[in-house]
Structure formats: C-alpha cells, structure tokens
C-alpha cells in the first residue's frame, strides 16, 4: 500500500505495534524536542527500540523529510489510542517556542503544509483544526498531540504546543490542495533491507505480516486479559524466586498489556508459559 508521502529518506524502525485498524482520520503534529536535528538523525534514533518511541515521519528544521513507519502502521507516538487513531508526524523543535519562532522556519513550516495536504488527499483528511473534544469524538481532521493527550487522557504530553501556527499549515495546504500542486503518492516500493529487526510472517489469521517480537506481545496481551478473567487482576503468578531475569537477554519491548513495561522476547515467551501452565492447571483441577 503505498504512502501518502514520500520522504527524502526511508529509516524504518521496528518502534510500530503492527498494522493499523481501519477507520484513522486525524493527522497529528509533534515536536521532537531537545535540539535540532536533522531528520535522518531523529529517525535514526528512533531505530532503537531503546528510543521507545516513532513517528510516521519526521521534519527537520531544514525541512527535511525522513519516513519512519509506513503508513498502514501503528507508531509508537501517542499512547494506546491516539497511536491508533491517525498519523503522526513530529518535527525538530519544542513546545515552548513561540508563534515567531515557528514562523522563522519557512522551510519547514512549508513542507508541514506539503506533507498535510499529502494525507488530506490520500487519506481523506479533513483540513480542520480540531480540539481535544472533537477528537474525543472521532472528528477527522488536524491536530497535535496535546489535543490527543486532553482527548483520551493517556499521556500528559503538551507538544506542538499552544503557539504552533496551525492556521498558516492549513491555509498553505489549503492553497497546495486546490492548486492541485500536492505531491503524488509514494509509488510500491519493496521493504528495504537492514535497518529494521526481524522478519515479518503473516499471520494465520488474517495474513497481516507481524515481526516474532509482535507476535509474542500479541499472545501475551491475550493470554494476560485470559489469566485476568480467571484470577483478577494483579494476582501472583507464583513465579519461582530469583527466575525472572535469569538468563535474559536482547533488547526491550514494550508490553501492550501495560506500555509502562518493558520485557525482554524470553521474558515474554516465559511469562506466557506461566500465565498458561496457571490456567492449565485451573482447568485439570476442574476436570479432576
Ligand atoms: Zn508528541
């Protein structure tokens, strides 16, 4: 499926939780925070899961362009919902700058423009600011992730923050979009080699590709709301003293039951032995 824009560069990360449901109708901006950094050197970073965190894209100061998650995927952005509801993009700079600030970077302020008409032709997008409250109620359309973070209360995140020149992005994408100059959609392109981790395997389901590390979270959510239902929430697992980071190694993926937590794949696979062996055990003790 192809994007709706192409970046200068391509750095996908394996930072995503799997395909997108249908339905996304918000284009929301982010701002990077720290210092500038070239686009590559954002999406660079967030190449490491260690990052913890991703964006469809990013843009630079310059306004530079490079894509981190292709379009059909969930980034790691805004918290559960907010990651589903749309997409994201984040650019070099803070929350705190002023309206003047923002607007001393035409550069990138024009390709914010360029990249929103992008979506709002591709994917039907509404070129309307929305509040936290319209958002609440899946009105398609622009925002930022303090709309996102008022809307669903997940995260306390306040960027682009309160001086972004939303209504110069809208009013150039407006211009873009009926001059018919927005930029032609990405063509197909293979997957690119290196860079991300793990191969994708589709899935018995529903034939969506999912990388090891997203299929053992999968099962682990599905396994814990399981356990949940059969022995409440918080109850011990009995896990045997001195076993749970035994032996551990790679990296950390956070979990979907809790995205406050990070486990490493062996951690996971024995978590799930455990939750399973526990309602295994339930169940023989029910036929016995
Ligand atoms: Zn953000």
Redesign the pocket.
Known sequence: MANAFTADIDLLTANDDGLAPAGRNIF?F??FEGQDLSAEAMARYQLSPAAGGSYHGVIDAEGRTARENDDEYIPW??MFTGNRAGW?W?LAGRASFTREQWLARPKQMEKCAIVLAAYAKEKGIPTVKRSHVEVRARQGGVC??DD?SKAWQE?D?T??GVNFPYDVVIARANEILSGGTAPTPAPERPQPAGEFTGNKYPSYLDGRELRFSEYLRFVDYKITRLYEAEFGTGADLGIKDGTFSAASVGEQYPSYVDASKSFTLDQYLRLIDIKATRLYEKQETANA
């Open positions: 929301t982010h701002t952005a805004a994201h984040s930022g992730h996102i995260s995140h960027d682009p």
